[in-house]
């Protein structure tokens, strides 16, 4: 398979219907969702568009399951902290390093994801937000234990996770992995700012 040259990254060892995705997501990317059709996709992907059609059924199952990967990969690695992490301060802050790792690792797929979003039928919205407020609960979870045992002073649990989320998601308009701090400097700068916030 084949498509242009994008700052997207192939998976080692993809399947036919992730390779597909990347090649979606390529797309995606140059030329922007809404312009983007099937057959487009077909072709870059060295497929007829029979052929396309026996793994995505639309482009709304391709951005949905675009959005799926990065999600699941991203419940899957906070899930792990909460499992590994007792102490609510150190869990916290390798939540929000992991959360942010996420982000770098999945730009593409998330700058997609936010700008596209409205295009996704209202079942796929359903689903994806399900999901989503799954990813929020470990964060307002973790808070809440710090509450609990007198380390965080916060009023609302999920009005600061709401914040901190919203202001980590921000980075997609703006964070460049060439820029002039790397992933981990920001994420220093970042949970400094939250800790700061919270921490009695």
Not at 27 to 33: A, D, E, I, P, S
Not at 46 to 69: A, F, I, M, N
Not at 77 to 100: C, F, G, I, M, Q
């Amino acid at each position: 398979m084949t498509t242009d040259s994008t700052n997207v990254t192939r998976r080692q060892g993809s399947d036919t219907k992730t390779e597909i995705l990347d090649v979606a997501l390529s797309l995606f990317v140059t030329k922007g969702y809404h312009p983007t059709s099937m057959q487009d996709i077909a072709e870059a992907a060295g497929l007829t568009k029979g052929g396309l059609y026996y793994y995505l059924k639309s482009k709304d199952e391709v951005l949905y399951l675009l959005h799926d990967r990065f999600i699941m990969e991203g419940l899957s690695w906070l899930r792990k902290v909460e499992e590994e992490v007792n102490d609510p301060e150190k869990k916290l802050v390798k939540l929000l390093k992991t959360h942010l790792a996420i982000i770098d690792q999945y730009k593409d797929d998330i700058t997609l994801f936010f700008e596209a979003m409205k295009y996704l039928s209202q079942e796929k919205r359903q689903e994806v937000k399900s999901k989503r407020d799954d990813y929020e609960k470990i964060f307002i979870k973790a808070i809440e234990e710090g509450r609990n045992q007198g380390v965080f002073s916060i009023a609302s649990s999920e009005i600061a996770v709401l914040y901190i989320l919203g202001a980590g998601n921000f980075m997609y308009t703006w964070y460049k992995p060439e820029g002039k701090k790397t992933i981990e400097e920001l994420a220093d700068i970042f949970i400094g700012m939250i800790m700061n916030g919270l921490v009695k």
